[in-house]
């Protein structure tokens, strides 16, 4: 049975102000919560809350690496009540996230994606899954991208979110404190067709607003403005999707 307080709660954490001053975010759906169930014990990610259909409970919970502080059996409706997916998927968890520094990436070898205002939590959860799928250091996102830790931003990521090393800072400084000699790339529609360019393994690749594109400062900034070229025969659309145009990116670093 799920309590009045416990249903206020599990809703107040699609507002950034209260997954901040609680510390923890909401993941539902069976893949991302088994997937946080899979962590190692000692992960920094705990599981404060478990709430989930018994049958779904009694297959993944037992053989769990991360237990749950707390467990409790509901019912499909209960369900409905404290999801945030318009057909609720067997489980919900209410989890701590870490309270540590931002981590120390090597520069001389660590290729890192960093986010301007990139405002659409499912392009921004998608780019968390590409960065682990590309074995990126570390995804930079700006304050004011989509929280890292929205419902909508951890259902998109598929649980990629557990174990790539992400930031959310002013972008400014962190540019500016990077080693002199760091590659920082820039896409924009102006830039050098990526396949025409030398590329290295290490740098930073920025992406921007899914309408604006990157804010000026960030092109003067970069140590290479990059694009990726179309071939579209007559008319064209007008650009990539930022996700998909992260993909493409990160699909040519690593082939090279």
Known sequence: MVSKAQI?????LDRKKERDESGCFMAEGDKVVREAL????????RIRLLYGLESWL????????N?????????EQELHRISFLKTPNQAVAVIQHPMVEAPVFDCREDLLIGLDQVQDPG??????????????AGVIASMDSADLYSPKV??????SVFRVNMVQTTLDPFLLSLPGGFPVYATTLSGAPVYQIELTQNGIILLGNESKGLTTRYLQLATCNLSIPDFALGTRPESLNVSL???IL??????R
């Open 67 to 75: 237990h749950p502080v707390e467990t409790c059996i509901v019912s």
């Open 123 to 136: 392009n921004v959860g998608t780019i968390i899954r590409l960065a682990e799928w590309f074995g990126i």
């Open 154 to 159: 951890v259902q998109a990521s598929m649980g």
């Open 8 to 12: 206020q709660f599990i809703r107040s």
């Open 38 to 45: 899979s962590l190692p014990p000692d992960s920094l990610f």
């Open 245 to 247: 145009a992260a993909a």
């Open 250 to 255: 990160c699909s040519e670093f690593r082939r």
């Open 58 to 65: 009694e297959k993944y919970v037992t053989g769990a690496t």
